[in-house]
């Protein structure tokens, strides 16, 4: 992995890290929404986020797609949890990850900016917020086992030989 991809992925779980942390810790610590402080570093971070997942994913995308050589893997993967044989491969479930993440970005970003038109209503617009809080959620745990199954299989070592 280059440099570039890395410091774009810390980037991104910087982010990401901000983000969490100005969106979650109001709404279920204190049980209120952002405001103040929170809000607006909430707002300006939220452009870093999707500067740097956009970037991010259009570097990635090609390692991670599902080729024969992967599919096979994966289809081994499945086949020897049935017959007890030990496989060891994490590639299967990092493009998994990878993908969930891709899926998730555009509900999060969407529902949020989709919320800010008065066009949906008010009811609309409270649905809209929590399936940005849901997808929100969701984003962060995938992200987070992502960046774990990355860490593990040693893709991020800054020492690559």
């Known amino acids: ?18 983000l969490a942390y100005t969106g979650f810790i109001p709404y279920f610590i204190y049980d209120e929404p952002i405001t103040g402080f929170l ?4 707002v300006a971070i939220s452009p870093v986020f999707a500067v740097c997942m956009t970037v991010v994913i259009l ?5 991670h797609r599902f080729n024969t050589p992967g599919q096979q893997r994966l ?3 499945v086949r020897s949890k ?15 990850c990878f993908w969930l993440i891709v899926l998730l970005t555009p509900v999060v970003m969407g529902s ?6 008065r066009i949906f209503g008010t009811r ?18 995938v992200g987070i ?17």
Request: proline share 2%.
């Open 1 to 18: 992995m280059t440099i570039l991809k890395k410091i774009l992925y810390f980037f991104a779980v910087v982010s990401v890290l901000i």
């Open 39 to 42: 809000l607006i570093l909430h």
């Open 59 to 63: 570097f990635w995308a090609h390692e």
């Open 75 to 77: 289809s081994k993967n």
């Open 82 to 96: 049935k017959d007890k044989v030990s496989i060891p491969t994490k590639k299967p479930s990092l493009k998994i």
């Open 112 to 117: 949020i900016i989709l919320s800010m038109y």
């Open 124 to 141: 609309g617009q409270e649905i809209l917020l929590t399936l940005h809080l849901v997808s929100a959620l969701l984003f962060f745990v």
């Open 145 to 161: 086992i992502h960046t774990f199954l990355l860490i593990n299989s040693k893709v991020l070592e800054v020492n690559n030989k």
